[in-house]
């Protein structure tokens, strides 16, 4: 089955028997990977209880059209804002009608109306009911707004009756929901990235640090969102929204951002290290401000882990993408490191004067970039980070495949040589 990553789906739960069977279509659609929010009618609440389904969701559960608290939070227009997709199962044959009459006299319907994306309707009700002209009508006025019909199956029904009418199986529904969606590069898969930069403390009120503002790691993680991919980012102190649907963490060291890659990386695919890490911390961390009564300071320095190295040491099946932020001999240096760190690719680009962007490239909104792996190489030129990143999660995405196929997901044609360990 393909993939549901990332999608959020709106469930209108109306008055019928097979109201039972929206729970387990939730925890369907969730095992997929997306997001449910259920809003059920008056009728559906006879059938089945807000509580179930706000437990098997996460989420509250809509119900009231006038409702004051959730009107100033997820009111109808932000519901149907919300949602990627609405999905009404099951349908029961007054709610076809009154969404045939384009009526908005409760939140479903109101949702409905007010809806800018895709809407499914999975019948369910009984054989004589579903064979009612009336009930064609209105199916086939739906049809002509774009409106999806999933099913009904045929068989026996909770009336005694055999006939058309039931709803559909639940993962058959599931499927169905996921046909809506294209499919992404990343779909399905797991992505961790890191990015910014970490601070190492001297004293209460100083920090060892460097200039990089998390703009590529940030526009890497909202690649791979956009790509189909879960995507967790790690994040040194920077000043930057979370891009939408994204999980992020946020730490201040290196050695934080080592036990928050490590504890992360086990549910991952996927490492794209993009932060700056500081190589080296102070040995001491001074209790009080440090004061200027000498011409000379010496700090004494101590070498920081280095995380790419060691969780893909940990987790040779992880496919891993590092960066190398390089002064001179770019492709050398790059290459050196994606052998020392045994990774499957380098991301390297030209830092300091010899940057191509007339402004550098930490902080910068552009960045130039050559892709490794093995003995080859794509140059990606000058580029808004957004841009760059988008290529580079298309180059990478290929390369996960290829080597997905060759190892077979385990990772183990992995060679690791000595190296240069700058
Ligand atoms: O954040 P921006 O302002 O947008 O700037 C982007 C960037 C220049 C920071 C980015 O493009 C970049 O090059 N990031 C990596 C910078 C760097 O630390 O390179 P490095 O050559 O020192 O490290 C090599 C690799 O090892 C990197 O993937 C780094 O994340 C990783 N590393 C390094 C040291 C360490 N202790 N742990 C690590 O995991």
Not at 181 to 200: C, H, I, K, M, N
Not at 238 to 250: G, S, Y
Request: proline share 5%.
């Amino acid at each position: 089955m393909r993939q549901l990553t990332n999608k959020r789906i709106l469930l209108g739960v109306t008055g019928s028997v097979a109201a039972y069977k929206a729970g387990e279509l939730i925890r369907e659609l969730r095992r997929a990977g997306a997001e449910v929010r259920v809003v059920l009618t008056r009728s559906a609440a006879e059938f089945v209880t807000p509580l179930t389904f706000q437990a098997l969701s996460g989420h509250p559960v809509n119900a009231e059209l006038l409702d004051a608290e959730t009107e100033a939070g997820m009111g109808h227009i932000e519901l149907a804002r919300w949602a990627d997709c609405i999905l009404v199962a099951p349908a029961s044959a007054d709610f076809l009608a009154r969404l045939a009459q384009g009526r908005a006299d409760d939140l479903l319907t109101a949702v409905c109306l007010a809806r800018g994306v895709p809407l499914a309707v999975t019948p369910a009700m009984n054989q004589k009911m579903w064979a009612n002209a009336a009930t064609q009508a209105n199916l086939d006025a739906m049809r002509g707004r774009g409106v999806l019909i999933f099913g009904p199956d045929s068989g026996e029904q909770a009336c005694g009756e055999t006939g058309p009418g039931r709803m559909l199986e639940v993962p058959a529904i599931t499927e169905a929901v996921s046909e809506l969606f294209t499919t992404g590069s990343l779909q399905g898969r797991t992505v961790l990235v890191t990015a910014g930069p970490t601070r190492e403390v001297i004293d209460p009120v100083r920090f060892l640090a460097n200039h990089s503002s998390g703009k590529m790691g940030f526009s890497i993680a909202e690649a791979a969102q956009e790509a189909g991919a879960r995507v967790i980012l790690v994040s040194g102190p920077v000043n930057l929204p979370t891009p939408d649907r994204v999980e992020r963490i946020d730490v201040i060291s290196a050695e934080q951002m080592l036990a928050e890659v490590q504890e992360r990386v086990v549910s991952a695919d996927i490492l794209v290290a993009a932060a700056a890490v500081a190589d080296y911390r102070p040995v001491q961390v001074a209790t009080e401000k440090i004061r200027k009564t000498h011409d000379r300071l010496q700090l004494e320095l101590v070498r920081n882990p280095d995380i790419l190295r060691e969780v893909k040491r940990a987790h040779p099946r992880l496919f891993c993408l590092g960066f190398a932020a390089e002064t001179e001999d770019l492709h050398a240096h790059a290459r050196a490191k994606l052998i020392d760190k045994g990774i499957e690719m380098i991301a390297a680009n030209r830092v300091g004067a010899a940057a191509e962007d007339a402004e550098g490239v930490f902080g910068s909104d552009t960045n130039a970039l050559s892709l490794l792996w093995g003995e080859d190489c794509v140059e990606l030129p000058l580029a808004p980070k957004a841009k760059l990143a988008r290529q580079l999660i298309a180059s990478l995405a290929q390369r996960f495949d290829d080597w997905s196929k060759r190892t077979n997901g385990r990772g183990d044609n992995i060679v690791t040589l000595p190296g240069n360990r700058n």
